[in-house]
Structure formats: structure tokens, C-alpha cells
């Protein structure tokens, strides 16, 4: 996985999208396009123990909405799931840690 860092964000790594906030109306959000170029990057290697292990997908669509179209509700829950898990074991990995505070300094800089 790549840990990005960007030092300014400007309108060229941003765009707009609607949410409909059930019921409450349409709301507009501005989202960062986390695909441009950092300015500082570290790479990071998670291994996902095998019962931490999932061939389900979890798509999302270019609006940054999940497209529930494309997988059942069990595929969700079993994605949503085991994908906890890798937050945990990122949280506890002190390498991905050491990583993100590395970034954070060389923004700093």
C-alpha cells in the first residue's frame, strides 16, 4: 500500500460529489483525489493473516459511492468484516506506524 502526503491541496486534486442523505435532502461534498501525486510517499507491505483473507470486492464507483449493485448484502458484511480486521492489524504494526510518522515529518520539512 502507498502512505501519500501532500503538502497543499489545490482544485486540481479535488471534485464534488452529491449525497443523498436519506430524507434530509441532496448535499454536496468535496472529495480529495487520492490518486494525484503525493509530494512525499512510503510504500508498506500488510500481511492479512489467512482468516483475515477475503476474495469478496468492495466496489466503488468514480463518485465515491459503493455500487451494491455489483455484490450481495453477504459480501458486504463479509468485506466490511474482514476488513476491520486489517485496520486493526495496521494500528498495531509498528513499521506502518513508523511509515506514517515519517511522512508526517517530511511534510513538515
Known amino acids: 500500500m502507498k502512505i501519500k502526503g501532500w503538502k497543499s491541496i489545490n482544485s486540481n ?21 487520492v490518486t494525484s501525486t503525493a509530494d512525499v510517499e512510503e510504500e508498506h507491505v500488510l500481511s492479512i493473516p489467512t482468516e483475515h483473507q477475503t476474495d469478496t470486492v468492495y ?11 455489483l455484490q450481495s448484502r453477504d459480501d458486504d458484511v463479509e468485506y466490511n468484516t474482514k476488513s476491520g480486521k486489517w485496520i486493526e492489524l495496521l494500528e498495531a504494526d509498528s513499521d506502518f506506524l513508523n511509515k506514517v510518522e515519517s511522512v508526517q515529518t517530511k511534510l513538515e520539512e
Open 13 to 33: 486534486n479535488q471534485f464534488t460529489i452529491q449525497r443523498d442523505m436519506n430524507g434530509e435532502g441532496i448535499k454536496l461534498f468535496t472529495a480529495f483525489d
Open 59 to 69: 466496489y466503488i464507483k468514480s463518485d465515491h459511492t459503493h455500487d451494491k449493485s
